[in-house]
């Protein structure tokens, strides 16, 4: 598990080193530009199928794994989109695990409770590993969530496991606020 995850946030940092360098002056490389520099969150959405979500956002399942664990398969990924002009979205919760992955555009704030009378907290997931950020966040089984862009857009991935099952999901009643926020 561990070299796997060094070698993730090897990829990471290699690619956001690759996004920063300027443009290529010869050879066939025309330079890489940072994701989200020059499309709109509509050019995201219509590039990739998503579709509006009941927690605010645009959504995608991308993958359900074909093996099943009982009658559940046993994980999804999804693309979530998240535009800042629209604020938090709803408090939700599911009945697995679910790991966030940030993708593109601005960085995206977590907030996470247990319902337990702790105080809320927050994860700041994004590109800039030495600002805070982190490209990925863990959410455990039935945690509370809720995020925020803090920019135009954001671009996440999320992969649920046991899969995302729709009797597994609850968004919570309009105005609730989990105990201890």
Known sequence: MFPKFVLLVSLLLSI???????????GTAQGISRPGEKHSAQDVINQLG???????????ESFRDPTLYGNRSVSTAIYYLLEGAVGKSYWHRVDAAEVWHYYAGAPLSLYLSLDDGQP????????????NQTPQVVIAAHEWQQALSHGKWTLVGTTVAPAFVDSGFELAPSGWQPNGA
Do not use: C, N, T
Request: proline fraction near 9%.
């Open 16 to 26: 956001e080193a690759l996004a920063r360098r300027p443009a290529s002056s010869g």
């Open 50 to 60: 998503l579709a509006p979500s009941v927690e605010k956002g645009y959504y995608l």
């Open 120 to 131: 809320v907290r927050e994860k700041l997931l994004g590109p800039d590993i030495f600002r």
